[in-house]
């Protein structure tokens, strides 16, 4: 089974563009959740998409914005970027049918450069 | 609310010697607890979880965890190290939310031969 892919893997943007990623989760799996990771923040929960609904937030500026497909496939975007926002992206994905104890399997990431 | 405290942000072992990284959580609920592993430039590989089962956890690569909820603690062991374990491990805990991960702030890992 081919595991989540994510494109595109490498991005670099200007001050102010906007950005588009995306994330394939694996087949089957409903759930598509967003991470971001940088060196001084570590990794931070971005939001969790379930059955195209947005069922969890983490604490970030409404720059981010995310939305799920009918086939489970989710994008996410940051609007009017800053350099803060140059990270590497992850997304992950889980069967999840019942909300808890599901493992999330991660793709490899998207590394946004800001410049 | 949920957190995690790794404690280490850089640990040295010689090849053949024991792996220890040390992970304390904070959970509101019973927590649901994981180790994931992350190599250069790739995304995390779960080692292992925890989800109230045994407390004794064995994951891949050799790799196992106890959960000790009198210490909050769910430390990461592995009796011998090898050069390819070299890397950066997290530990996070999952809250009632599900599918909602906090991390620690990972520990790097380095084998010495």
């Known amino acids: 089974k081919a595991g989540v892919t994510q494109t595109p893997r490498y991005l670099i943007k200007t001050r102010g563009q906007q950005v588009t990623l995306s994330c394939s989760p694996i087949?089957?799996?409903?759930?598509v959740s967003w991470y971001q990771q940088t060196p001084g923040q570590g990794l931070q929960f971005l939001f969790e998409y379930f059955s195209e609904t947005q069922r969890n937030k983490g604490n970030f500026p409404g720059r981010f914005s995310g939305r799920q497909f009918s086939n489970s496939r989710s994008e996410m975007n940051v609007s009017t970027l800053e350099l803060g926002d140059s990270a590497l992206y992850l997304c992950?994905?889980?069967?999840?049918?019942?909300?808890?104890?599901?493992?999330?399997?991660f793709g490899p990431g998207t590394r946004l450069t800001v410049t | 609310a949920q957190s995690v405290t790794q404690l280490g942000s850089h640990v040295s072992v010689s090849e053949g010697a024991l792996v220890l990284l040390r992970c304390n959580y904070s959970s509101s609920v019973p927590p649901y607890l994981f180790w994931y592993v992350q190599y250069p430039n790739q995304g995390l590989q779960l080692l292992l979880k925890y989800t109230s089962a045994a407390t004794l956890v064995k994951g891949i690569n050799g790799f196992e965890a106890e959960f000790k909820k009198s210490e909050t603690s769910f430390h990461l062991t592995k009796p011998s190290a090898h050069m390819s374990d070299a890397a950066e491990y997290f530990c996070?805990?999952?809250?009632?939310?599900?599918?909602?991960?906090?991390f620690g702030g990972g520990t790097r890992l380095m084998v010495k031969p």
């Open positions: 087949s089957g799996h409903r759930s």
């Open positions: 996070a805990v999952e809250g009632n939310a599900g599918n909602m991960l906090t």
């Open positions: 992950a994905s889980s069967l999840d049918t019942s909300g808890r104890n599901y493992e999330q399997y």
